[in-house]
């Protein structure tokens, strides 16, 4: 019993508006040495006090400072209902309240402005400085009866349809699409769902504070586009060919006739190859460079130059090994002067070979004659 009594105290708490006192500040065209005996901090506190007898959640401008920051100067001057619905959409509350005294025709003046988060309207308020009786009292009794008017309690609406790309539409707001659930002020509304292929269904909601109504709305589809969609799997009349001047139509064959089949074309005639002329194998080389004379000087060519250059490393380590400076100490390692005798061994072995190879060959060319009947395979043609 007792934990259906504390839901039920914490679901009318919620559906109780809560709402930010932004306090009271100096409008820019008003000096700080023009309020005269008009205190802002002392104004501010009044209606402090008036808001928490009206909402049952506030924000007090300290609180609201601290979760603005560096933006809460230009915050607390705003009065269009595009910067209140930021400030209530950062501050997490239903109403935003700001002060200002700024300057009128007939003087100086206290503007007030409740901003209402889901009707998204201003109430802008408006008391002048000097006038009949206190400007303290004068202020209460119109910012007052104005926060009463702007706490009215909520209703939370829980609406169900079994289309989710369905436009849900509340009076003047878009709630968005498919199931929802909200919370709005209490009074009547024309709740509209559908849309697209479905049809809309309408409905009149009458909410009172701290109500929860349920709307379930089971759409369907528009009768038009049933009609459209059987059109579409219908097939067609056959078209027949419009008739030609004097001459009479030519009637369609009824459906249960037989059917005549023709036979088919006869296969295109194939075209004559032509043929290419035949180009006849031979060697890719001229004969003279087949020979294996050639060969052999060629591999002694190899030799003799991969002696030369071991031969070249052998004069650069000789070089090397030379008392340049004169301190009776050579430039070289011991490494270094055995290795360059071995390169000059190798330089002496591989170009002797290489000279000697060399040699070979072009007297196999010179003395052996070329056979002229030899075929590309190394046989011999009769």
Known sequence: MLAACSAATAEARELKPSAAFLGVALASEVAANEAGPISPEAIGSEMVGAARRSFAKLLVPAQARSALRENFELASRCIDSVCLSELAETLGVDRVITAQIARGEAGLLLRVAIFIRYQRTVEVMEVPVLGKGGFRSRAAAAYGPAFKKASAGLARLRIKTNVSKADVVLGSWQLGKGSKEVLVPAGNYRLEIGGGFYATEVREVALAPGEVVEVDAFLVVKPSDDAELASLERPDPPRQKPPVEGKAPTPEP???????????????????????????????????FTRPGVFVALGGGVLAGVGIAFGQRAVAAERQAADVDGDQILNITRQQALAARRDAAAANLLVGLGLAAISGGVAWLLLVPQNEGSAPGGGTGR
């Open 254 to 288: 009824p459906m249960d006739a037989p059917v005549v089949e023709r036979p088919p074309p006869p296969p295109p005639r194939p075209k004559p190859a032509i043929a290419e002329p035949a180009i006849p194998p031979g060697p890719l080389l001229p004969p003279s």
